[in-house]
């Protein structure tokens, strides 16, 4: 899947007649050695899908890693060196840095929210909002920035949402005919908005998990004691890395939040040449 993502990328950036700049301008065969830097403190994520844009380059490159995916960094520490031709570090530095700088933002932000949590049981998770084509890539790096997957599409897992209890009619319901079809490894969540759904849900015995949607504060207090462990509890909507903390500290266990891949900042990350 690496391979197919960066393959792409390159094709994307490449176009029909390469990098005619490092064509015109670099001779042949003249070497270079260059350092992915990191120019600020966070969580890397990213760094297999820059070797494989070098070596799919030029083979024969050689690379030493400064770092892992998942670990913690300080600014200006160096990332990754790579010492072989200098058209292909040229051409591949576009592709490798998009995704280190993307792929580590997501880790950062997410790590940022774990920090916030610590002490609690909460697991932090991230939501099918993501770029289209890279959710499993985006989904990576939530994991190493130690958070923690939702469904990857919509064959996970059975979740029902307000729309597919309008259309079938009640919870009651809209649960006994996704309990009829599900197979026995396939867990069912369903969405409420108030205490008095997630009391229609509990009555039925029938949902896994129960996703608490744009519930404050003490609405989240009241359902973690109204469910009393009878079911998973997870929250959604509102979960900023400003308020994590008050939701970690409700008792619930998971707090999903799309932002972890739709809104996070970029990674500053360069590479330096040196020839």
């Known amino acids: ?50 070797v494989t844009a070098f070596r799919m380059l030029a083979p024969d490159i050689e690379i030493e890693a400064g770092a892992r995916d998942g670990d913690t960094v300080t600014k200006g520490q160096p990332l990754l060196t790579f010492a072989g031709s200098a058209r292909a570090v040229l051409s591949a530095e576009r592709v490798a840095l998009n995704y280190v700088g993307r792929l580590s933002g997501i880790a950062t932000l997410t790590a940022n929210y774990v920090k916030e949590t610590a002490g609690t049981k909460l697991r932090i998770c991230c939501t099918r909002k993501t770029t289209p084509g890279l959710r499993a890539l985006e989904k990576y790096a939530v ?45 069912i969540e369903i969405e409420v908005d108030t205490l008095d759904q997630l009391r229609e849900v509990l009555a039925t015995g029938l949902a896994d998990v129960v996703l608490l949607d744009n519930m404050d504060i003490p609405t989240l207090r009241e359902a973690v004691a109204l469910t009393a462990g009878r079911v998973v509890l997870e929250v959604s909507g509102g979960v900023t890395v400003e308020r994590i903390a008050e939701i970690a500290k409700t008792g619930v266990d998971y707090a999903s939040s799309g932002a972890l891949t739709h809104s996070a900042p970029n990674f500053d990350v360069a590479l330096d040449i040196e020839v």
């Open 143 to 187: 994991r190493c920035g130690g958070g923690f997957n939702h469904r990857f599409g919509l064959d996970d897992a059975i979740l029902i949402k307000d729309n597919h209890i309008a259309v079938a009619g009640s919870i009651a319901a809209v649960l006994t005919r996704a309990r009829a079809v599900a197979g026995h490894l396939v867990k």
């Open 1 to 50: 899947m690496i391979e197919d993502a960066v393959r792409h990328a390159l094709s994307e950036d490449l176009g029909r007649a390469g990098d005619v700049t490092s064509i015109a301008t670099i001779p042949d065969g003249m070497p270079a050695r260059a350092v992915m830097v990191a120019r600020q403190a966070g969580t890397i994520a990213g760094l297999p899908l820059a």
